[in-house]
């Protein structure tokens, strides 16, 4: 079974740095489309990155567009999200999420939380000064 572990959150001031990390265990990358969302206090979870399983294609909310990057590593099993520049909008907890796709939809990207049927606890990201 498919679990998932977010790491790397934290408190930063607006401009800085994170690196997100989502340690996959049970299957291999190449099969799932991995995506990273995020809750404010207050509203509905939303999708922030997504990585397709060939690692080739991936998609932004536009709001972090040029500032995150998501990439993975197949070898340790791990996906990454970037976060430049953040600002106190940023803030919420977290989650990496993953659906199957396997031999199929290789391109495939999704930031629709529907869509996902794996999902890790969660790390709180502030971006604060």
């Known amino acids: 079974q498919l679990q998932l572990v977010e790491s790397g959150g934290g408190l930063v001031q607006p401009g800085g740095s994170l690196r997100l990390s989502c340690a996959v265990s049970?299957?291999?990358?190449?099969?799932?489309?991995m995506g990273w969302f995020r809750q404010a206090p207050g509203k509905e979870r939303e999708g922030v990155s997504s990585?397709?399983?060939?690692?080739?294609?991936?998609n932004y909310l536009d709001s972090v567009k040029g500032r995150f990057t998501i990439s993975r590593d197949i070898a340790k099993n791990m996906v990454y999200l970037q976060m430049n520049s953040l600002k106190p909008e940023d803030t919420g907890i977290y989650y990496c999420?993953?659906?199957?796709?396997?031999?199929?939809?290789?391109?495939?990207?999704?930031?629709?939380?529907?869509?996902?049927?794996?999902w890790g606890p969660g790390t709180q990201v502030t971006a604060s000064s």
């Open positions: 049970g299957e291999t990358l190449e099969h799932y489309v």
């Open positions: 999420a993953a659906t199957y796709t396997g031999a199929r939809a290789r391109e495939y990207t999704s930031l629709t939380r529907i869509n996902y049927d794996h």
């Open positions: 990585i397709s399983p060939s690692g080739d294609s991936t």
